[in-house]
């Protein structure tokens, strides 16, 4: 079974930044893609960056030049650097992985966390 762990979200002013953490643990597991996603209050899920096992990246447009995910696969960690963040970026951020395991027969599974709360005040 792989287990995700996100930590760093909390409250900051508009312009601050914060830095999410993803811990993912398991026995066994391959990690492929990595990515976050935010929710925010009567709203859907939505992708805000995610990375691929070679290293691509892709951004939703509203975090573009703000916002940068990276991954250590040695610790298996991903992480999400959010800078001069608005108001808009309010919302719970979900770390997700695509992971082979041996409790999916190692078929690609997503995986998420908890969520760990961001608030931004103006």
């Known amino acids: 079974q792989v287990q995700l762990v996100e930590s760093g979200g909390g409250l900051v002013q508009a312009g601050e930044s914060l830095k999410l953490s993803c811990a993912v643990s398991?026995?066994?597991?391959?990690?492929?893609?990595a990515g976050w996603y935010r929710q925010a209050p009567g709203k859907e899920r939505d992708l805000v960056a995610v990375?691929?096992?070679?290293?691509?990246?892709n951004y939703a447009d509203s975090v573009k030049g703000r916002f940068t995910i990276s991954r250590d696969n040695a610790k298996n960690m991903v992480f999400l650097q959010m800078n001069n963040l608005k108001p808009e970026d309010t919302a719970v951020y979900y770390c997700?992985?695509?992971?082979?395991?041996?409790?999916?027969?190692?078929?690609?599974?997503?995986?998420w966390g908890q969520g760990t709360q961001v608030t931004v005040s103006s």
């Open positions: 398991g026995s066994t597991f391959s990690i492929n893609a």
């Open positions: 997700k992985v695509e992971a082979r395991a041996p409790s999916t027969g190692w078929n690609p599974y997503n995986y």
């Open positions: 990375t691929t096992s070679l290293g691509n990246t």
